[in-house]
Structures are given as C-alpha cells and as structure tokens.
Nanobody, 117 residues
Framework: QVQLVESGGGLVQTGGSLRLSCAAS????????MGWYRQPPGKQRELVAA???????MYADSVKGRFTISRDNAKSTVYLQMMSLKPEDTAVYYC???????????WGQGTQVTVSS
C-alpha cells in the first residue's frame, strides 16, 4: 500500500499563488507516476497535472502556463506550484500515485484550495 499526505492548501486572492505538497510513504517502489486531481464544488474530479519518475509532465489546458508540477524522488514528494490563481481554480485538490499516469490508483485525503474574487 501507498499512503499520500497532502499539505499547502488554503485561501488566496485572485492572482495569488500557492504550493501544494504530497509526501508518499509505504510501498513507493511501485510508483512510477504521481499527479494532482481537483474536484470543484458540484463538478467531477479532473486531472490537473501529472509527472513520471523520469520527469515527463502533462497538464490540463486550463492550468498550462500557470501551474508547475515537480517531484523530489529522494523525498518521495510531489509538488504543485500554482500561480495566477483564479476563482475557477477553487476545488479540493487530491494527490494521486500509481504505476503510470493512466493508472493513478492511490489517493490522498485532499486539501482545499479557495480562490476569492
């Protein structure tokens, strides 16, 4: 099993920045990809960004140029730097991990990000 613990959410004004962190523990040798999903109020969960163990990244179109995903393999931690935040970025953000970007089957508990207008 893999355990994921997120931190760094909070309340920020439009245009502000936040950095989310997600620390993985457990059988992390099986993890080749990590990512961030978000679920806005009343909407479905969506993939925001993902990164492989080799450093390849992908982003949702809505966050390209504003969000940056990175990872520290030595610390088994993935980060999501969010800049130029908009009210529509308001959501619960979930860290996920798995053997591939398309198989992110371990989940964190989620952290709330609220962007005020």
């Amino acid at each position: 099993q893999v355990q994921l613990v997120e931190s760094g959410g909070g309340l920020v004004q439009t245009g502000g920045s936040l950095r989310l962190s997600c620390a993985a523990s457990g059988t992390i040798f099986s993890i080749n990809a990590m990512g961030w999903y978000r679920q806005p109020p009343g909407k479905q969960r969506e993939l925001v960004a993902a990164i492989t163990s080799g450093g390849s990244t992908m982003y949702a179109d809505s966050v390209k140029g504003r969000f940056t995903i990175s990872r520290d393999n030595a610390k088994s931690t993935v980060y999501l730097q969010m800049m130029s935040l908009k009210p529509e970025d308001t959501a619960v953000y979930y860290c996920a991990a798995g053997v591939a970007v398309t198989v992110l089957n371990f989940w964190g508990q989620g952290t709330q990000v609220t962007v005020s207008s």
